[in-house]
């Protein structure tokens, strides 16, 4: 009933772009926050940006700041991730996951307590 499905990882060179797609089924993006994870080999799951459910404030973790932007595009219940200036550090599994908007887990990166999650898309960043 409810789904949510990553799109657009693959490998990119250091320096370049990719935009991850995120398409939500079961509900819409106005009741839920919506956040970016990722987790890379041997590493705890850490929350890159999320989107609020309300009024559509973000928030980044510190390492992406000035080089991801997080948005929402409610017609098509999707929301994006476009990632500029990638560098090796970025390769992770990314997943998006939906909150509903009562939690408060999103807007503070945390994992834990968000309800539904996407099965992950691969970002390889190498040359």
């Known amino acids: 009933q409810v789904q949510l499905v990553e799109s657009g990882g693959g490998l990119v060179q250091p320096g370049g772009s990719l935009r991850l797609s995120c398409a939500v089924s079961g509900f819409i993006l106005d009741y839920y926050a919506i956040g970016w994870f990722r987790q890379a080999p041997g590493k705890e799951r850490e929350g890159v940006s999320c989107i609020s459910s309300s009024d559509g404030s973000t928030v980044y973790t510190d390492s992406v700041k000035g080089r991801f932007t997080i948005s929402r595009d409610k017609a098509k219940n999707t929301v994006y991730l476009q990632m500029n200036s990638l560098q090796p550090e970025d390769t992770a599994v990314y997943y998006c996951?939906?909150?509903?908007?009562?939690?408060?887990?999103?807007?503070?990166?945390?994992?834990?307590?968000?309800?539904?999650w996407g099965k992950g898309t691969l970002v390889t960043v190498s040359s």
């Open positions: 996951a939906a909150e509903t908007s009562y939690g408060s887990s999103c807007v503070f990166l945390r994992g834990n307590g968000m309800d539904y």
